[in-house]
């Protein structure tokens, strides 16, 4: 599946279409910042990272990391690229510079038949992730 | 209230094992017509049965149930005794002339789409299979039928298409979706490059609860409040309570993806109200082993799903591998909830820290 159909999708983007260019990806220009976030989001809420603290002065707080058992194959192409980066305990916001500059460079954003994302609705979207993870229920899941 | 005035929620009639499919995952290992399948007169009476029963549900699939030449009189019949009909189909012999019985009975047609392109869908299926499901969806709509679902059955290779579901609804002019894990169950057994790793349980499983938030879809989960404890308020395994199925050639089970193993005595020789009164009497086809007995998610959960206990664990009392999953995103959650509250005022904030 195309990366941008999928966050469209999520997101509730809208298809831009053009007789000279086709399809295309209008991201703004944090557009992948945002999506890299939305993806780390998904990826922490559904218990695939795991959390170290540092207590260190001067040193983040916060690292992480991408479990061992977490299967790439079956993560979106935005989650896999921001995965293939958590090989190693790091901060989110390193993190998320190093995967924005991979997806911006990947053909994930220059695909034709893409679709735009709104960045006001990316960030709705993660907050909704944050929100049912603040909300979940283990017993009403699919059997 | 007691055991004894339970009813099963639904009973389940694999009206035929015959299927002109051979889906690689397929729970009943379906294609062949069995030679002792039920009869038109067998298969009017168990309906009968359950309506005695007091069951108000009633699914009939199989095996193709629009390979029974004779489902059109099961249909009516069913249809005169005022029970809910649910039909689970493929579609691929949904004719002009089915779809307007159907839409007349008013019977609940679901009809299996394993993708949102036939790539996807076919892989699993065979060639020309998604054409001719998404036709019968337009010749059902076309026929005026109303309460009809598409039944999405998640597994490895289509799993990454979860999200455009409302898509493919929305152009399939489609409300409801019905979506299931892959069980480990009949050819899927023999497939299990399809069955979805337990540690990517809770991750597969987020992916589908977010279709909650899409309004054009009402979402349904193949999940059941269970009797529980001592409320009954709970969810879990419907083959520990209250679900039926009888086979094609009759035996009786709690779960078909329990496979043959764990099938039960045949309609043939008891009235069904009595085999349910068997299988109640027996307890419970699940006693926790000391493994689950000491989870203290376990009055809740009830185990979790026991043909995956039964595959992963080869003991149907042992833990549901997704369940434990499902807990330990829990405890991950609880454990990392202050973050997660910064993180909805401000994700950019919360993950500085
Ligand atoms: C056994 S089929 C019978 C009805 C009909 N032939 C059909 O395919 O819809 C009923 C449903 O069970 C699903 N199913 C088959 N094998 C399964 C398995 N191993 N795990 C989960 N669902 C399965 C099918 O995708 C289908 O939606
Ligand atoms: S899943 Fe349904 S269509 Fe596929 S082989 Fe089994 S019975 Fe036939
Ligand atoms: S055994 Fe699994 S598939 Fe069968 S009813 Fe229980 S949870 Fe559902």
Not at chain 1, 75 to 99: D, H, W, Y
Request: hydrophobic share 40%; proline share 4%.
């Amino acid at each position: 599946m195309n990366t941008i159909q999928w966050l469209s999708h999520l997101l509730g983007g809208k298809e831009r279409f053009s007789p000279k260019t086709g399809y295309q990806a209008e991201f703004g220009k944090n557009g992948p910042q945002i999506a890299v976030t939305l993806a780390f989001c998904e990826l922490l809420t559904a218990n695939c990272l795991e959390i170290r603290t540092q207590e260190q002065i001067h040193l983040p707080k916060r690292l992480y990391k991408l479990r061992r058992e977490v299967d790439l194959t079956l993560l979106t192409e935005i989650e896999q690229i921001v995965a293939g980066e958590m090989s190693n305990f790091c901060t989110f916001p390193l993190l998320r510079e190093k995967a924005a500059k991979k997806l911006r460079r990947s053909k994930v954003l220059t695909q034709t038949d893409a679709y735009l994302a709104e960045q006001q609705k990316n960030a709705e979207h993660y907050r909704q992730v944050i929100a049912d993870a603040l909300e979940y229920n283990p017993m009403v899941s699919v059997c | 209230m007691s055991h004894e005035t339970k009813t099963p929620s639904r009973v389940y009639i694999d009206v035929t094992n015959a299927c002109p499919l051979q889906c690689l995952h397929c729970c009943t290992a379906s294609g062949e017509r069995r030679a002792d399948e039920l009869s038109l007169v067998e298969i009017i009476n168990l309906v009968d049965q359950v309506q005695g029963m007091q069951v108000k549900n009633l699914v009939l699939t199989g095996g193709e149930p629009l390979a029974r030449a004779d489902l059109p009189a099961i249909l009516r019949h069913a249809c005169q005794q005022g029970l809910n009909i649910t039909l689970l189909t493929n579609g691929i012999l949904l004719d002009r002339s089915w779809a307007k019985l159907l839409a007349e009975l008013g019977v609940r047609v679901k009809i299996s789409l394993d993708g949102v392109s036939a790539e996807t869908h076919n892989f699993l299926r065979g060639n020309g299979a998604f054409e001719m499901a998404t036709q019968a969806l337009e010749r059902l709509r076309a026929a005026g039928a109303e309460n009809l679902a598409v039944h999405f059955t998640v597994h490895r290779q289509n799993c990454r298409e979860i999200a455009r579901l409302p898509e493919l609804l929305s152009e399939l002019g489609i409300h409801n979706l019905v979506v299931g894990l892959i069980k480990p169950s009949g050819r899927a057994k023999d497939n299990p490059a399809l069955l979805i790793p337990p540690a990517m349980a809770a991750y597969v499983r987020q992916k589908i609860e977010a279709l909650t938030h899409c309004e054009q879809i009402t979402l349904q989960r193949l999940s059941d409040k269970c009797w529980g404890s001592d409320t009954e308020d709970l969810f879990g395994c419907p083959a520990t309570c209250n679900k039926l199925g009888v086979g094609a050639t009759g035996e009786t089970t709690t779960c078909t993806f329990l496979g043959q193993e764990f099938m039960g005595k045949n309609v043939r020789e008891y009235p069904l109200a009595e085999l349910w009164q068997q299988h109640l009497a027996g307890g419970k086809c699940f006693v926790a082993n000391a493994e689950c007995a000491e989870c203290p998610n376990l009055p809740f959960s009830g185990g979790g799903c026991r043909a995956r206990a039964l595959y992963y664990r080869q003991d149907i009392n042992a833990p549901d591998p997704y369940c434990c999953a499902s807990f330990a995103k829990k405890r991950f959650l609880d454990q990392h909830r202050p973050l997660l509250e910064q993180a909805l005022a401000g994700p950019e904030l919360a993950f500085q820290d």
